[in-house]
């Protein structure tokens, strides 16, 4: 019944422009990818995601929230029901963007700051290009108790009106790396509808995840 729910939910939303919205775990970015598109100065965001499948111990809910505060730096918080060990700290500095009509941006941040094995630092570049395609690829390194395990990162967005927009993007650890793919559907400029399906490839999990969740953005 849920995967009906869904499918029948991409359907009628058939409608994002790009925004700052954050991924499942917090940061701004598309499904589980930060990107190096920051929040502005005194721009916020806040979210929260419901994950579910098949297995109920994968479900799971995760709320977060973003401000771009001074000198290109962006802060915020994740927590829920996953991250288990607690509310976790997820930092972004924008590094630079060149003069180009479509620019190409770099950004630095760390994900899950204080987790006991979940904390992870990365470097991300973002290019935007004519015709609605943003293309995001980096990479990253996981702090797993005495262990530092790189990898590497990417995704895309394809806007399809002001209204809504299809990405994708892969994420992971070792050899094992989840595709994900979703919708963005924004009801209003500053409120959108997330809806994603997680490790389609099922390389982490025995089935996919599916991933529904709203977003709000604002300036103070």
């Known amino acids: 019944m849920k995967k009906w729910c869904l499918c029948l939910a991409f359907i009628v939303m058939a409608t994002t422009r790009g925004w700052a919205v954050p991924t499942i775990h917090g940061a701004t ?27 109920p111990k994968n479900d799971g809910l995760y ?11 962006e802060l915020g918080i994740v927590g829920g029901k996953v991250p288990t060990e607690g509310v976790f700290v997820n930092v972004k500095y924008y590094l630079m963007s060149d003069n180009e009509r479509f620019p190409l941006a770099i950004a630095i941040g760390s994900e899950n700051l204080f987790s006991k094995d979940s904390t992870d630092v990365y470097m991300v570049a ?15 390194a996981l702090f797993q ?27 992971g650890e070792r050899k094992k790396y989840m595709v994900n793919a979703g919708v963005r559907y924004f009801a209003w ?30 300036f103070l």
């Open 29 to 55: 970015g598309l499904i589980m990818v930060p990107t190096a598109e920051s929040l502005q100065y005194k721009q916020f965001n806040m979210g929260i995601d419901y994950v579910y499948g098949d297995i």
């Open 63 to 73: 709320y977060k929230a973003n401000l771009g505060t001074f000198k290109s730096w």
């Open 126 to 140: 973002s290019k935007k290009f004519q015709g609605g395609i943003g293309v995001h690829l980096g990479f990253k």
């Open 145 to 171: 108790k005495d262990e530092l395990v790189p990898s590497i990162m990417g995704g895309a967005e394809y806007v399809l009106s002001n209204q809504w927009s299809v990405l994708a993007d892969f994420n």
């Open 189 to 218: 400029d500053d409120l959108s509808v997330n809806l994603s399906v997680l490790d389609i490839g099922h390389t982490v999990y025995t089935a996919p995840l599916y991933s529904i969740g709203v977003s709000y953005t604002k």
